[in-house]
């Protein structure tokens, strides 16, 4: 229970932090917060169902039970903690440019992630003991990149526009080295 | 039915000697699929989005989010293992009911990674709450056995994750198969038959013999022990007087079971009362030192001659667990050899008397001079809410069945109503009214 708990506040504080300041974000903002806070609800409610034992199936079930199987089916098929993520993301993307924000938002974006893996793998805190050394490396990129960020551009002129587009190109060649298959 | 502690040991004891140990029962090589995992692709969604989202919305900061992500997902781990050796090994492969099985699984030959284990169980089987998983490529999972059979009661699932969790394998191997025996029924009465085998038993029988039952004393002849003399009663008549006892006898019961018909719920139908009931006469009468064979009438119609000891007991278990529930055509209960129902043997039938070939087999043996006593194990109970309809269907079923009953009373069978919630007894009938080998 302790596990979607922290699952439940983690992907809370997430949503909070990148909402904020709601307004001046239009009907975007609220839309993206609801969405959100549903995707982790929804998670939350995965991994702790998946803590309670599950009765067999009935071969011929009621209406009740059968809508009931539906649920549980549609909560177990539906990828909440992606969609939750790219919600957050979302929102954090709608308000102007705060690097050390999103840096924050970073961070507990990989926690909310390694807990809900915790949580449904039901694995020992020992398993990140392995991965420290990478997620130090990503931890020490993360605060370059926000360091980074927070230089102001070199202006309008064409060594910017190519910067720019170098950029573009880096992040398209991450994207392609982050696709898992 | 609850079994006690006591119970339980004595159940132990039985089986030991039967049980395989130490070696493994499975020891197999597993070849392994490495596929991404779940956390892996969120891990992938999250950088994905972050990146994206920088280019279309010209914020550089947004890359910062997914560069923790992409470091996982970058990570070089060590190379995968293709196959792993797994080894099973059950503390016991024929319990009872109601009893735990061990299996020390081992995982070996997957390196560095890490490695988790847990049980998927199959109807009939739960795990026990603290062991049905571990965390380690080597543990002991348990789980409980709670209906009788012969069944495979799952799977172990093995998964092997790569150092920052990308990758993983998972791997089902089935569990070996257990003989789960019918839980002996508390049965302390047993009937003793009145014309008993000339053979030495623990019946009391009626005839005069070297038993320690003392029945009366008579004038001594040449040949009598003189420690056999009463001297008492010898004073009191001025001639040598000597103490008599009863024989003691054996005798031959058959158990016959009706498999026929398996209604009722799984685990308290009436073929769960017969077996556990059979089990548990089988086991009193062989401790009485009495000859105990076993009619299955059912899908495949199975017989044991009557036998002694407690590899007899072992015998009817595992015939009880190759018994099928249905009815083939042709096996007649008359058609069995003499061997299966010797003359003169105690009939114990356990059956729900819904199978009227099998009522027609209870009435051939009767009349062949059987003692049959039938225990009645039907015990599902009418639905209160029924229908008008439906009620005047269960009121005639009702009186059909008190006809039945009664018919069979009438030729002498003694109808013992059983629901498996107390002692099976026989009230009544300690000794039987067959026709006494009488008194010398």
Redesign the interface.
């Known amino acids: 229970m302790k596990q979607v708990l922290a699952i439940t506040l983690l992907g809370a504080a997430c949503t909070f932090w990148s909402s904020q300041p709601l307004r001046g974000t239009g009907f975007l903002g609220p839309l993206f917060v609801v969405l959100a806070s549903a995707c982790v609800a929804g998670g939350a409610l995965r991994v702790a169902r998946k803590e309670v034992d599950r009765e ?1 199936r009935l071969f011929l079930p009621g209406l009740l039970l059968r809508l009931g199987y539906a649920a549980d089916d549609v909560l177990n098929a539906v ?1 909440w ?2 969609g939750s ?2 919600c957050i ?2 929102l ?2 709608l308000h102007p ?3 050390w ?3 924050v ?3 507990a ?2 926690c909310y ?1 390694l807990a ?2 915790r949580g ?5 805190v020992g ?1 990140l003991r ?2 420290v050394r ?2 130090g ?3 020490a ?3 370059l ?2 360091a ?2 927070t230089i102001p551009s070199a202006g309008t002129g064409g060594l910017s526009a190519g910067l ?1 587009a170098v ?2 190109l880096a ?2 060649a ?2 392609a ?5 | 039915m609850p079994q006690t502690g006591r119970e339980n040991r004595t159940a132990s004891r039985e089986m030991a000697g039967l049980m395989p140990q130490s070696t493994p029962f499975r020891s197999i090589d597993v070849e392994l699929h490495w596929a991404v995992s779940k956390h892996a692709r969120r891990l992938g969604h999250l950088a994905i989005a972050a990146l994206a989202l920088a280019v279309v919305a010209g914020r550089p900061g947004l890359v910062a989010i997914a560069l923790p992500a992409l470091a996982l997902l970058g990570a070089r781990s060590s190379s995968r293992p293709k196959t792993v050796h797994i080894d099973l090994t059950p503390s016991a492969r024929r319990i009872y009911e109601g009893e735990q099985v061990a299996v020390t699984v081992q995982v070996t030959g997957h390196g560095d990674k890490a490695a988790e284990l847990a049980l998927r169980l199959a109807l009939g089987a739960e795990p026990v709450k603290g062991f049905d998983r571990a965390r380690s490529s080597s543990a002991v999972l348990r789980y409980q056995v709670t209906q009788w059979g012969r069944a495979r009661p799952g799977v172990v699932e093995v998964a092997l994750w790569d150092r920052c969790r990308v990758f993983e394998s998972r791997t089902f191997v089935r569990l070996p198969e257990v003989a789960c025996y019918p839980l002996p029924s508390p049965h302390r009465e047993a009937i003793a038959l009145g014309r008993l085998a000339n053979r030495a038993g623990d019946h009391t029988a009626r005839s005069r013999g070297e038993g320690v039952e003392f029945t009366g004393v008579r004038q001594y002849v040449a040949g009598d022990r003189q420690r056999s003399i009463n001297w008492a009663a010898s004073t009191r008549r001025g001639r040598l007087q000597v103490n008599t006892f009863a024989a003691e006898r054996p005798q031959d019961v058959v158990l016959l079971i009706d498999a026929t018909s398996d209604v009722g719920e799984l685990g308290s139908g009436p073929l769960d009362l017969a077996m556990r009931g059979a089990v548990g006469v089988a086991r009193t009468y062989l401790a009485a030192r009495d000859r105990v064979g076993v009619v299955i009438v059912g899908a495949n119609t199975l017989w044991l001659p009557p036998n002694m000891g407690d590899r007899q007991l072992h015998r009817i278990m595992d015939a009880v667990l190759s018994s099928h529930a249905g009815w083939t055509a042709g096996h007649q209960i008359g058609g069995l050899p003499r061997q299966a129902l010797p003359p003169g043997a105690a009939v114990v039938a356990f059956s729900p008397l819904l199978d009227t070939k099998f009522v027609e087999a209870l009435r051939y043996l009767r009349e062949r001079n059987f003692s049959v006593t039938v225990i009645d194990v039907l015990t599902s109970q009418h639905e209160r809410r029924a229908r008008h309809g439906e009620r005047l269907a269960q009121r005639l079923w009702s009186l059909e069945r008190q006809a039945l009953r009664f018919s069979l009373g009438e030729l002498g069978v003694t109808l013992v109503d059983w629901d498996g919630s107390s002692a099976l007894s026989f009230p009544g009938r300690s000794v039987t009214t067959n026709k006494a080998g009488a008194a010398r």
Do not use: K, Y
């Not at chain 1, 449904?120 to 020992?124: L, P």
């Not at chain 1, 080295?177 to 298959?181: I, R, V, Y």
């Open positions: 067999d990828g903690e992606s993520v790219v993301i979302v954090e993307a440019s705060r690097p924000h999103s840096g938002l970073g961070v974006l990989m992630l809900v893996h449904e793998s039901t694995i020992a398993f392995g991965q990478f997620l490396l990503g931890l990129s993360l605060a990149a926000s980074l960020a720019e950029a573009a992040a398209l991450a994207v080295l982050a696709l898992p298959l």
